[in-house]
């Protein structure tokens, strides 16, 4: 038996001459054999499917060859050559024994099929996906299992004939690591992990964590809180304050990617804008009034400011300063222009976000950049603190909106009610599911009369009630 290219191939005189089903255990064997010969290369390109398509035919050819060598012993017995009866034994038992060897490699290969997809199942954009993708690495663990049952039956075949036989022995084995590799790719299923994290470590995105929260509260979403981490504490109790309790879990690997969670929020919007924010306010802000070390902290930042008192109103203008995209960052160019807008339409300009990178604070602006770090809003409660800081300014000193480049950090004041307007170069995938769902928020793309879009935005808060 030798091979040519990926095809296995009989030679000789003598092979032409084999009955049927000898014929065919030995292509079956040179099929497995060339497949299993790829064990090494299967990572490249191309090669995952040949091993497939090779394991494919050697099944099919083992069980031709069983079919075969059935028709040959209930042949007459005059149509038999001498020793006929044992060679047509012997074929069918290698038949078996490559039967329940292909099986296997079938089974272990739908286990790497399945822990593969399952990993881009948990990447997916939208919960919709990640689901479709999990369904189709059960229709994969289904084949690993039935692989198994087929490995199994072949050994049993061989164990009630010939028990003490090389082929028995091989199916035996290949029997084995086929119910090894199904059980596998079984716990891929049942150790699905639903959540989301709610990351605590500082490098990671704080605003993100607004996104997953709200999939609780809206969608019942199950959470796991990073552990170990300076701000693990913080974030527990800000989810049992939200009254998610019941939504936490033990922290596992890989978990569903939080990027479905925009889309949740997004969904729960669409269905019903007010009852989705007033579900969020209760949970994030509660019942209880704003703290007066928060509300003490705003009024005092605003009075040395001399922002025109609590009657004029105000407008966030968020800074982004961060090592990752940093061309998505705010440019000194574009804040003055921004600045100056919103004070020709009446509205008092107050920076947050990053600290500016050259320290100087555009003239009529307040500058309450990095206010989170300020001992007051670094507690226990700090998440709920953080939303008071907005709260508190919408309610006493005329918060109207607020204007950024995209940032996550705009995104929880913004659940709680306050209009925006984000700037992107292009159009946010991901963000501008909520532009028409969450009341009163915008994408403003930067193309030709993007700031005049902006003007208009700012006239209209200036001019609301």
């Given amino acids: 038996m030798v091979t040519e290219g990926s095809e ?59 079919a075969a060598a059935e028709q040959e012993r209930a042949a007459p017995e005059g149509q038999e050559l001498a020793a006929g009866g044992e060679r047509t034994l012997a074929t069918g038992m290698g038949a078996r024994s490559t039967l329940a060897r292909a099986h296997a ?37 289904t084949g690993a299992e039935a692989a198994a049952r087929a490995a199994a039956a072949c050994a049993a075949e061989l164990e009630a004939g ?18 090894v590799a199904a059980r596998a790719a079984r716990r891929i299923v049942e150790e699905r992990n639903h959540a989301y994290t709610f ?12 996104h997953v929260a709200a999939a609780a509260v809206l969608a019942g979403a ?18 049992r304050d939200a009254g998610l309790s019941d939504r936490l879990q033990a922290y596992r690997s890989r978990p569903r990617a939080m990027k479905q969670t925009t889309e949740i929020v997004a969904r729960a919007f669409e269905a019903d804008p007010s009852s989705a924010q007033r579900r969020l306010r209760a949970a994030f802000l509660g019942g209880a ?10 009024d005092r930042g605003l009075a040395g400011a001399r922002a025109g008192g609590p009657t004029r ?11 990752h995209h940093p061309h998505r960052n705010t440019t000194l160019a574009e804040l003055l222009e921004l600045t100056d807008l919103v004070r020709r339409a009446g509205l008092v300009p107050v920076l947050t976000g990053d600290a500016l990178r050259d320290g100087r604070v555009p003239e009529g602006a307040v500058d309450m950049t990095l206010f989170w770090k300020d001992p007051t809003f670094r507690q226990l409660d700090m998440r709920r603190a953080q939303l008071q800081f907005f709260e508190h300014l919408k309610r006493a000193h005329g918060l109207a909106g607020q204007v950024g480049v ?42 030709s009369g993007y700031l005049e879009r902006v003007r208009r935005g700012l006239s209209e808060w200036a001019a609301a009630p």
């Fill in 406 to 447: 995209t940032t996550a950090g705009m995104d929880g004041p913004a659940l709680m009610g306050i209009p925006t307007m984000y700037l992107t170069d292009t159009p946010n995938v991901r963000m501008r599911a909520w532009a028409g769902a969450v009341p009163g928020y915008q994408e403003v793309v930067r193309e």
């Fill in 8 to 66: 296995p191939v009989c030679t000789g005189v003598a092979v032409a001459e084999m009955p049927a089903a000898q014929r065919l255990e030995r292509d079956a064997e040179g099929s497995l054999d060339a497949a299993l010969a790829l064990a090494t290369t299967l990572h490249a390109p191309g090669e995952r499917e040949r091993y497939r398509r090779l394991l494919e035919r050697a099944i099919e050819q083992a069980e031709r060859a069983l």
């Fill in 222 to 239: 199950a959470v796991q809180i990073e552990p170990g981490k300076a701000g693990t504490p913080q974030a527990e109790a800000f989810l």
């Fill in 313 to 323: 109103k105000k407008v966030l203008l968020w800074i982004r300063e961060c090592v």
């Fill in 199 to 210: 990351h605590t470590d500082n490098g990671f995105s704080f605003g993100e964590g607004w």
């Fill in 105 to 141: 490699a079938r089974a272990e290969d739908a286990l790497h099929g399945a822990g593969q997809l399952s990993l881009s199942a948990q990447r997916a954009p939208t919960r919709e996906a990640c689901d479709d993708g999990w369904r189709r690495v059960e229709a994969i663990v």
């Fill in 289 to 298: 009034p704003i703290p007066e070390a928060v509300a003490g902290w705003v």
């Fill in 162 to 179: 010939a028990p003490r036989s090389k082929a028995a022995r091989a199916a035996r084995a290949a029997a084995h690591k086929a119910e």
